[in-house]
């Protein structure tokens, strides 16, 4: 039986930045080390089905970040981005027949905007899902990405409130996909 996973991301990123992320391709799971993805598992049953979900999350993962962005407009994909401010929110829901595997795809997909990243740039990425008590948290900073523990949470949802409130000057007639296909063209 499949489950709901949300993804949100609320991020600052300059319009040249924010197109060399989504023409550049996805970077395996496995580019991660087991400690770095210990952020996303919850026991010790998903500590230990790390390595299997890693090489299946990378099975899935193909093309560029647009490609990617592209493929989930049709099941619902949100996107505002406002140039003024440099604010990006992304949404969307899915459902997942595989728990570990599809939370590790939603936080690769995303990291990938942190190797594009320069100084002012940064995002929050919430993974919530059915399964799970409480939300993945992932910060992205220039260069890198970590999970939010979450007693460190206030000040980024905080700052996501922030960004989304930008984000919202965006035009709102403008679909997701011709939004991707402007930023990249």
Same mark, same amino acid.
């Given at each position: 039986?499949?489950?709901?996973?949300?993804?949100?991301?609320?991020?600052?990123?300059?319009?040249?930045?924010?197109?060399?992320?989504?023409?550049?391709?996805?970077?395996?799971?496995?580019?991660?080390?087991?400690?770095?993805?210990?952020?996303?598992?919850?026991?010790?049953?998903?500590?230990?089905?790390?390595? !299997?979900?890693? /090489?299946?999350? =990378?099975?899935?993962?193909?093309?560029?970040?647009? #490609?990617?962005?592209? &493929?989930? %407009?049709?099941?619902?994909?949100?996107?505002?981005?406002?140039?003024?401010?440099?604010?990006?929110?992304?949404?969307?829901?899915?459902?997942?027949?595989?728990?570990?595997?599809?939370?590790?795809?939603?936080?690769?997909?995303?990291?990938?905007?942190? !190797?594009?990243? /320069?100084?002012? =740039?940064?995002?929050?990425?919430?993974?919530?899902? #059915?399964?799970?008590? &409480?939300? %993945?948290?992932?910060?992205?900073?220039?260069?890198?990405?970590?999970?939010?523990?979450?007693?460190?949470?206030?000040?980024?949802?905080?700052?996501?409130?922030?960004?989304?409130?930008?984000?919202?000057?965006?035009?709102?007639?403008?679909?997701?996909?011709?939004?991707?296909?402007?930023?990249?063209?």
């Amino acid at each position: 039986m499949s489950e709901s996973v949300c993804v949100t991301a609320a991020v600052r990123i300059e319009h040249s930045r924010l197109r060399a992320y989504l023409n550049a391709p996805v970077e395996p799971a496995s580019a991660w080390s087991p400690a770095e993805w210990a952020g996303v598992t919850g026991g010790q049953e998903d500590r230990d089905e790390l390595p !299997a979900a890693i /090489a299946e999350c =990378d099975s899935w993962l193909d093309g560029d970040h647009a #490609d990617v962005l592209l &493929d989930l %407009v049709q099941d619902g994909l949100l996107l505002r981005y406002d140039e003024a401010t440099a604010a990006l929110v992304v949404e969307f829901e899915s459902r997942a027949d595989f728990r570990l595997p599809t939370l590790l795809w939603a936080c690769t997909v995303l990291r990938g905007m942190a !190797a594009c990243m /320069a100084d002012g =740039d940064r995002g929050v990425v919430t993974v919530t899902t #059915d399964w799970r008590d &409480d939300s %993945v948290v992932l910060q992205l900073t220039p260069g890198g990405s970590d999970f939010v523990a979450p007693g460190a949470r206030a000040e980024v949802r905080g700052w996501e409130i922030d960004v989304r409130a930008d984000a919202e000057d965006a035009d709102p007639d403008e679909e997701p996909d011709e939004i991707i296909n402007r930023l990249i063209g």
